[in-house]
C-alpha cells in the first residue's frame, strides 16, 4: 500500500508551504510546569491516554481511567499514576524501562478542551505515594511518576468535530462485536465466545481494583 502514493511530504518545508505557521500565541501556550490551570483540568479528569515507545521507536497508547483526581499532582513539574488491575501486559512500564520520555493526553467529560502534558517517567513504589492511590481498600503495585517538561491546553475544534459529548450524535453500537468475540477471532482460540465473555464478565466486575 506504501507504494501507491505519490504525493508524499517528506520534509517540515513542504509541510509549512501548505500548513503555514502556527500563530504566536499557539506557540508560546506551552508551559514548562504544572500551574494552577493544569492543576484543576487534571483534578477534574477521570481519563487520560499515556503514550510511550521503547528503544527502537514501537509506540503504544495506554488508557488509564479512575474517580476524577485519581491523577496526583505532586508538585509544578510531577504528577504521578495509579497503576490499576489490568492485563498484564506492561507494555507502557516496558517502554519506560527503555524510553523513559511519555506524552499524556486529559479528558474532562462535557469539556470539550483537553490538556496536553509530556516529559519523563520513572516506575516507583514508594508506599507513602501508593498509600495516597488506594481505591476500595486496594493500593496500586506501582504508579508512574513523570517529571512533567511541557504542559498546554489544546483547542476545542477536534471535539466539537467529533460531537463527543453530544449523546444524541452517537453512532450505534449493536453491530459491533463483543470483546470475547474479537478475542476469538484474533487468538484463534479454542474457547468459545461464550465461555471467553463469562472471563471478561467476572474481570471486569472483581478485578477493577
Known amino acids: 500500500m506504501q507504494n501507491t502514493f505519490s504525493d508524499v511530504v517528506t520534509t517540515e518545508e513542504q509541510l509549512r508551504e501548505i500548513l503555514g505557521h502556527p ?39 495506554s488508557p488509564k481511567g479512575d474517580p476524577s483526581g485519581f491523577v496526583q499532582v505532586l508538585d509544578d513539574n510531577t504528577l504521578a499514576i495509579p497503576d490499576r488491575l489490568g492485563n498484564r501486559r506492561a507494555d507502557t ?3 519506560i524501562l527503555q524510553n523513559p520520555k511519555v506524552a499524556l493526553l486529559f479528558l474532562v467529560p462535557g469539556k470539550q478542551e483537553t490538556l496536553r502534558v509530556s516529559g519523563t517517567a520513572m516506575i516507583v513504589r514508594d508506599e507513602w505515594l501508593r498509600e495516597r492511590m488506594v ?36 453512532p450505534e453500537t449493536d453491530d459491533l462485536a463483543s470483546i470475547a468475540r474479537v478475542l476469538v477471532d484474533h487468538t484463534r482460540a479454542t474457547d468459545t465466545v461464550e465461555q471467553i465473555q463469562v472471563v471478561v464478565d467476572e474481570s471486569y466486575r472483581n478485578r477493577l481494583y
Open 93 to 95: 512500564f516496558k517502554n
Open 23 to 61: 500563530a504566536p500565541l499557539t506557540v508560546a501556550k506551552a508551559i514548562p510546569t504544572l500551574d494552577e490551570h493544569c492543576r484543576a483540568f487534571i483534578a477534574k479528569s477521570p481519563f487520560m491516554l499515556i503514550a510511550s515507545a521503547d528503544a527502537n521507536g514501537n509506540m503504544d497508547v
Open 135 to 170: 481505591v476500595q481498600g486496594k493500593m496500586p503495585n506501582f504508579a508512574i511518576v513523570v517529571n512533567v517538561e511541557e504542559a498546554f491546553i489544546h483547542c476545542a475544534k477536534c471535539v466539537i468535530r467529533s460531537k463527543m459529548w453530544d449523546a444524541t450524535q452517537w
